[in-house]
C-alpha cells in the first residue's frame, strides 16, 4: 500500500511527464513546492520501491507500477473534484479537498463516486434536486416541488398540481 506522500510525488511525476516529456528534481521541487535535496531523497526511496527509474542529475521516469499508481490517483482526483463542483463548491476549493481525500477514499467510497459523477454528467440538465440543495445550502430552508405537491416552486417558478399523473 502506498502512502500519501508516495502517491503525491508520482501524481506530480506522470503531471510533468505528460506536459514537457519527462521530468527533473527542479520539476518535482516547484510542482510540490519543496526543496531540491528533500526530492532526490524521495527520489531514492521511490527507486528502491520500484515506482520510478532515477539517475542522478538526469531525468526520472516512472516504471509501470509507478505509473499506474499515478494515474489511479489522478483519476481519483478528478472524479472527486467534478463531484465537488456538483455540489456547488469553487473550483479552488473543490481541487484542494479533492488532493486530501483522494488518499483516504474506501474503493467501495470511490466507485460510489465514480457511478454518481458519471450519472450527473450522463443527464446534461442538473436535476432539480440539486438545484433545491443550492437553495437549502443557502437559506436553511428546505422545498419540496414534487408532483405530488401544491403550488409553485420558489427555485424554478414551475406550478404543480396534484392531480399530474
Known sequence: MTTERTEDYLKAIEKIIEKKGYAQVKDVSRELELSSPSVTGMF???TKM?????????????TAEGERIAKKTMEKHSTI????????????IANHDACRIEHILTP??????????EFM?????????????????ETGENIDCTLSSRG???????EYKTDQK
Open 108 to 117: 467501495q467510497t470511490f466507485d460510489r463516486f465514480t457511478k454518481f459523477v
Open 50 to 62: 520500484g515506482y520510478i527509474n532515477y539517475e542522478k542529475y538526469g531525468g526520472v521516469t516512472l
Open 121 to 137: 454528467n450522463f443527464n446534461h440538465e442538473l436535476p432539480l434536486c440539486l438545484d433545491h440543495f443550492k437553495y437549502f445550502y
Open 44 to 46: 531514492k526511496k521511490l
Open 152 to 158: 409553485q416552486c420558489p427555485v424554478h417558478g414551475k
Open 81 to 92: 473534484r467534478d463531484f465537488l463542483l456538483i455540489i456547488g463548491l469553487d473550483e479552488e
